[in-house]
T-cell receptor
Framework: DAGVIQSPRHEVTEMGQEVTLRCKPI?????LFWYRQTMMRGLELLIY????????DSGMPEDRFSAKMPNASFSTLKIQPSEPRDSAVYFC??????????????FGPGTRLTVL | AQKVTQAQTEISVVEKEDVTLDCVYE???????LFWYKQPPSGELVFLIR??????QNEISGRYSWNFQKSTSSFNFTITASQVVDSAVYFC??????????FGSGTQLTVLP
């Protein structure tokens, strides 16, 4: 079975450019999560969706960040405009549900973003 | 508030040694779940184990074992007879009433040949 798929795996862009990260969750999973990993702050939850609806976006750093989930098999995280401090590894994860700790989150391979 | 502490930032062992990674958590919840994830050099996060707060039985899976002690709020992870392929960053995480995973800062394990 395919796991969580993320693209691109690596992205290098210049400050001010728009960046779009993509995620395909595991088929049948109803919850999708976006995380950011940096050396300074570790793993942080940015936003999560349940049944394609954003449930908690309190982790989104600022208005430059937006996320969408137009259907059960696709989500995007967009940064516009990008800044050097956005450089990080962005992970997408999915789980069957989001209401219980029994719903284990399975992570994608991550997208390493570098903003010059 | 939830908090997970992994006090060991880096550990280095020689192959075949046993190694224990410590995890201490804080929560006011009575029902919660604890997790361990592995992040190898390739970067992905690999799920290893989930344990709920009502199950304090230790678990063994091959060379891996986990010791959950509510009395000390710890969920430690032991690798027996370590191998070079075990080299990775290991994260402990907690799920509680906040309904999100709170991760520790991770422990970088290096197994030398």
């Amino acid at each position: 079975d395919a796991g969580v798929i993320q693209s691109p795996r690596h992205e290098v862009t210049e400050m001010g450019q728009e960046v779009t990260l993509r995620c395909k969750p595991i088929s049948g999973h109803n919850s999708l999560f976006w995380y950011r990993q940096t050396m300074m702050r570790g793993l942080e939850l940015l936003i999560y969706f349940n049944n394609n609806v954003p449930i908690d976006d309190s982790g989104m750093p600022e208005d430059r960040f937006s996320a969408k989930m137009p259907n059960a098999s696709f989500s995007t995280l967009k940064i516009q405009p990008s800044e050097p401090r956005d450089s990080a590894v962005y992970f997408c994860a999915s789980s069957l549900g989001a209401q219980s700790g029994t719903d284990t989150q399975y992570f994608g391979p991550g997208t390493r973003l570098t903003v010059l | 508030a939830q908090k997970v502490t992994q006090a060991q930032t880096e550990i280095s062992v020689v192959e075949k040694e046993d190694v224990t990674l410590d995890c201490v958590y804080e929560t006011r919840d009575t029902t919660y779940y604890l997790f361990w994830y592995k992040q190898p050099p390739s970067g992905e996060l690999v799920f290893l184990i989930r344990r709920n707060s009502f199950d304090e039985q230790n678990e063994i899976s091959g060379r891996y074992s986990w010791n959950f002690q509510k009395s000390t709020s710890s969920f430690n992870f032991t690798i027996t007879a370590s191998q070079v392929v075990d080299s990775a960053v290991y994260f402990c995480a907690l799920w509680g009433s906040a309904r999100q995973l709170t991760f520790g800062s991770g422990t970088q394990l290096t197994v030398l040949p």
